[in-house]
């Protein structure tokens, strides 16, 4: 698939390149973003070359990873979010906030549009979030999405080579007034 841009009142979305190498290396200096991520640590130059000049296009290209770089409209990098497919129909959403961006709703913004993207083009029927236990910013992203959070799983999360117990949220296109791909026949509540 070819990279799309998708646009926002406040906010472009598209794919990062070689052109944004550096400032993908400086924003991921912040120690949050290492802490929380599972992003190398120390984060090295090579890496945000890697990441910009290779796994993001070749995401693309397979059609297994969308990313985005969430750019304000004087082209500074706000964030990163990326749809990474997990099965038929089910992609995880990841994304990290540089510091300087955090607290003005840019996150949830670009999650939402991303989200609407997918389940309107990708066929997508279901968006999960997971995070580390603990990720009190990125859970509050999720929440301010829409996620409906649906419990803790147990060593689920490599993160630096340790397991770690992780949040899970999903976010479904009936969430956004849109419909499934494929027909949801959710379990009948008991009551």
């Not at 990279?3 to 070689?18: H, N, Y």
């Not at 129909?89 to 990841?94: F, L, M, P």
Request: charged share 20%; glycine share 10%; net charge negative.
């Amino acid at each position: 698939m070819e990279p799309v841009t998708l646009t926002t009142p406040r906010l472009f979305l598209r794919t990062v390149g070689p052109q944004d190498t550096e400032a993908v290396y400086t924003a991921v200096q912040d120690p949050d973003i290492q802490r929380w991520t599972t992003i190398p640590s120390p984060y090295l130059p090579e890496h945000a070359r890697s990441f910009t000049e290779q796994m993001v296009p070749e995401g693309w290209s397979e059609g297994s990873m969308f990313t985005f770089g969430v750019f304000l409209p004087t082209g500074e990098l706000a964030g990163m979010l990326g749809l990474t497919m997990r099965s038929l129909g089910v992609a995880e959403v990841g994304f990290w906030t540089a510091k300087e961006h955090r607290g003005r709703g840019y996150t949830t913004e670009a999650t939402l549009t991303t989200a609407r993207w997918g389940f309107t083009r990708l066929a997508i029927d279901r968006v999960e979030w997971r995070a580390e236990v603990g990720n009190q910013g990125s859970r509050a992203v999720a929440e301010r999405a829409g996620f409906t959070i649906e419990g803790t799983l147990r060593s689920a999360l490599n993160n630096k080579g340790v397991r770690r117990d992780c949040w899970v949220g999903s976010l479904l296109p009936s969430d956004l007034g849109l419909p499934s791909a494929a027909p949801y026949l959710p379990v009948p509540s008991q009551g």
